[in-house]
């Protein structure tokens, strides 16, 4: 969450003893990931003359809320023959939240690939925490097999290729 300042109300004071709400003053960062009493602290730069001034606030429990998912890490293999096995070994999926930091997760799913055609295939990492579910995707190449196949079939004490082969009753 960030810091809401609706309703501020700076007021600066002079030597003259003169004041007047301003407008153009300046806020420092303010920390609004943790619980806690934290300090605000407001500039004004006037001819030259920078002042500042502090209050503080009270962030209360912050509820964390899944902001969504990445890929830190790509599988280790990328690329597969036709009905070849997708196997995730080496992906690292990351969630973001609204408050602190990014956690590694494993309990992510992800989408079946079609691994009986050739082409590029997506991938999609699926990760639902407090439902609320958040996607990120990859690609993998399937490609045709580099090997040819051939069948040798015995038959009368002869082998024969599969081409070659004319079944006898």
Known sequence: ETLNLEGLVVKANYDNNSSAIITSYSVGNVDMSTPGTKVVTVSY?????????????????????????EIVSLPTKLQYVVNQEFIPT?????????????????????????????GTKTI???YIENSVEKTASFNIEVLESPYTFLTAVVADGNQYLDTDYTPTE
């Open 124 to 126: 999609t990492v699926t």
């Open 45 to 69: 730069t006037y001819k030259g003359v920078t002042k500042t001034t502090t209050f503080e606030i009270t962030v209360s429990n912050v509820e964390k809320t899944l902001q969504s998912i």
């Open 90 to 118: 080496g992906l690292v999926v990351s969630a973001s939240y609204n408050a602190g930091s990014p956690t590694t997760v494993t309990n992510y799913t992800l989408s079946n690939p079609d691994m009986t055609t050739v």
